[in-house]
């Protein structure tokens, strides 16, 4: 995310917060901003670390979990389950409200992107699901493959 998109995410988390009645605290956003700035998923560690290491701030993993569930509960992060990793959500200063989170994983990089897909491809998944007997716990897909900058790379 651009510098821009960052303060402009951060606005609205701000807001979103101030709405809900709920404190949008100096290291809530502090974690929130690493992961609007990282293009990759990120563990509590590892934002533990990244705090400690770049921004000078004592957060210990388990004070960063506390902080991820907040922010998830509140719709600013996601959760990849196949990796226990976090990312901003990319729809935050969104005017449209989303019916579920598609993301693409690279193996190689941990690289994310939040991509939607129509309504109607989502439903005939849904369908297809419900027609052999499973019934969908969450509305996230998850798809790993390799992005175009690891792709590129393995081509050199």
Same mark, same amino acid.
């Given at each position: 995310?651009?510098?821009?998109?960052?303060?402009?995410?951060? =606005?609205? @988390?701000?807001?979103?917060?101030?709405?809900? #009645? =709920?404190?949008?605290?100096?290291?809530?956003?502090?974690?929130?901003? =690493?992961?609007?700035?990282?293009?990759?998923? &990120?563990?509590?560690?590892? %934002? @533990?670390?990244?705090?400690?290491?770049?921004? #000078?701030?004592? &957060?210990?993993?388990?004070?960063?979990?506390?902080? %991820?569930?907040?922010?998830?509960? /509140?719709?600013?992060?996601?959760?990849?389950? $196949? $990796?226990?990793?976090?990312?901003?959500?990319?729809?935050?200063?969104?005017?449209?409200?989303? *019916?579920?989170?598609?993301?693409?994983?690279? *193996?190689?990089?941990?690289?994310?992107?939040?991509?939607? %897909? /129509?309504?109607?491809? =989502?439903?005939?998944?849904?369908? @297809?699901?419900?027609?052999?007997?499973?019934?969908?716990?969450?509305? *996230? &897909?998850? %798809?790993? #493959?390799?992005?175009?900058?690891?792709?590129?790379?393995?081509?050199?």
């Amino acid at each position: 995310m651009r510098d821009k998109e960052i303060k402009k995410a951060l =606005v609205e @988390a701000e807001r979103h917060c101030s709405e809900k #009645g =709920v404190r949008f605290t100096v290291k809530r956003k502090l974690v929130f901003e =690493v992961l609007l700035k990282s293009d990759r998923s &990120l563990s509590a560690y590892e %934002l @533990a670390d990244y705090c400690r290491s770049e921004q #000078g701030s004592e &957060l210990l993993p388990m004070s960063v979990y506390r902080i %991820l569930d907040f922010l998830e509960n /509140e719709g600013l992060v996601h959760r990849l389950k $196949t $990796t226990n990793k976090f990312i901003a959500c990319s729809h935050i200063s969104c005017a449209h409200e989303h *019916q579920a989170w598609q993301f693409l994983i690279c *193996q190689n990089c941990d690289k994310v992107k939040e991509v939607d %897909l /129509e309504k109607s491809i =989502v439903n005939k998944i849904a369908d @297809a699901i419900h027609d052999v007997g499973f019934h969908i716990a969450g509305r *996230q &897909l998850e %798809l790993e #493959g390799v992005c175009s900058d690891c792709s590129v790379s393995r081509d050199h």
